[in-house]
């Protein structure tokens, strides 16, 4: 079955850098787009970042972008998420999922979800 | 940016239907899907393409779509359906892909 499993949460001070990962299993990872969406504690979802199946096409939301990079290591079925210039509106608990399709920037949904990683930022 | 708007709850007793109601700009056109999210646990897909559900998820739920209201319908409620549910869209009008959550809705099972 599919499988995700994120890791790389932890109190960070604002403006530092945090790497979050997410190990896919029980599917082939390199077949499909990822995304990362993250929730502040009690509140709604918020998209953050998708990758194509293959690393070369990547869109991120207006809030993060210059300051998050996503990537992934298709040999070694993870995801990553590079938070930068981190700041107290990005706590949150971060989750990856695994997209319908291959391409990143095409209408589609998310199929599985992993458990989610908590980053606080703290000043 | 592209808004999606949800009633913070509804309520509804076991056994009855509970319609969950989420509006949009020309929603008619896109798209909808739906999640559930019990407490503590990740965002669960439920219903997919307005009405299609994935493999697992019971009968009990469907979706249907009038105007720029989509509606995600739960028949025969039970205590394990109460939850947060969530609708998404895919939009483009900011010139950038973009995946769009409503607020969400807590359902209540009195």
């Known amino acids: 079955q599919v499988q995700l499993v994120e890791s790389g949460g932890g109190v960070v001070q604002t403006g530092r850098s945090l790497r979050l990962s997410c190990a896919a299993s029980?599917?082939?990872?390199?077949?499909?787009?990822m995304h990362w969406v993250r929730q502040v504690p009690g509140r709604g979802l918020e998209w953050v970042a998708v990758t194509s199946y293959d690393g070369n096409d990547q869109y991120y939301a207006d809030s993060v972008k210059g300051r998050f990079t996503i990537s992934r290591d298709n040999s070694k079925n993870t995801l990553f998420l590079q938070l930068d210039s981190l700041r107290g509106d990005d706590t949150a608990v971060y989750f990856c999922?695994?997209?319908?399709?291959?391409?990143?920037?095409?209408?589609?949904?998310?199929?599985?979800w992993g458990q989610g990683t908590l980053v606080a930022v703290s000043s | 940016s592209y808004v999606l708007t949800q009633p913070p709850s509804v309520s509804v007793a076991p056994g009855q239907t509970a319609r969950i109601a989420c509006g949009g700009n020309n929603l008619g056109g896109k798209n909808v899907h739906w999640y559930q999210q019990r407490p503590g646990q990740a965002p669960v897909l439920v219903v997919h393409d307005g009405g299609d559900r994935p493999s697992g998820i019971p009968e009990r739920f469907s979706g249907s779509t009038s105007g720029d209201t989509t509606t995600l319908i739960i028949t025969r409620v039970e205590a394990g359906d109460e939850a947060d549910y969530y609708c998404?869209?895919?939009?483009?009008?900011?010139?950038?892909?973009?995946?769009?959550f409503g607020g969400g809705t807590k359902l209540t099972v009195l």
């Open positions: 999922a695994r997209d319908l399709g291959a391409v990143a920037g095409i209408p589609g949904y998310f199929q599985h």
């Open positions: 998404q869209v895919w939009d483009r009008s900011t010139g950038h892909p973009n995946w769009v």
């Open positions: 029980g599917f082939t990872f390199s077949s499909y787009a």
